[in-house]
């Protein structure tokens, strides 16, 4: 079974608001997807000029100049979509 970690990135304050889930990695098991989650989250909330950055959890948002970025990553197995069921 391979883990899958994933990023589900929101955009309000532009127009249209933007929502995207993407792939960011696969590994072999569920603590190599947690370290590397880790690691992501560090590179992501790194300080920025006019940008106030705020981390709870696994979740990162970020606002400037009337945009909020939230980044939310998660670590699924291949078996799970995070996104849901599909409609039949």
């Given at each position: 079974?391979l883990?899958?970690e994933?990023?589900?990135?929101?955009?309000?304050?532009?127009?249209?608001?933007?929502?995207?889930?993407?792939l960011?990695n696969?590994?072999?098991?569920?603590?190599?997807?947690?370290?590397?989650?880790?690691?992501?989250?560090?590179?992501v909330s790194r300080?920025?000029?006019?940008v106030?950055?705020e981390?709870?959890?696994?979740v990162?948002?970020?606002?400037?100049?009337?945009?909020?970025e939230?980044?939310?990553?998660?670590c699924?197995?291949?078996?799970?979509?995070?996104r849901g069921p599909?409609g039949?």
């Amino acid at each position: 079974m391979l883990w899958y970690e994933r990023l589900l990135t929101e955009k309000t304050g532009s127009s249209p608001i933007s929502l995207s889930w993407d792939l960011v990695n696969a590994t072999a098991t569920e603590s190599r997807c947690e370290t590397a989650l880790q690691k992501k989250l560090e590179d992501v909330s790194r300080p920025e000029k006019d940008v106030k950055v705020e981390v709870k959890g696994n979740v990162v948002y970020k606002q400037s100049a009337g945009t909020l970025e939230t980044f939310r990553y998660l670590c699924v197995p291949d078996t799970v979509d995070p996104r849901g069921p599909k409609g039949k």
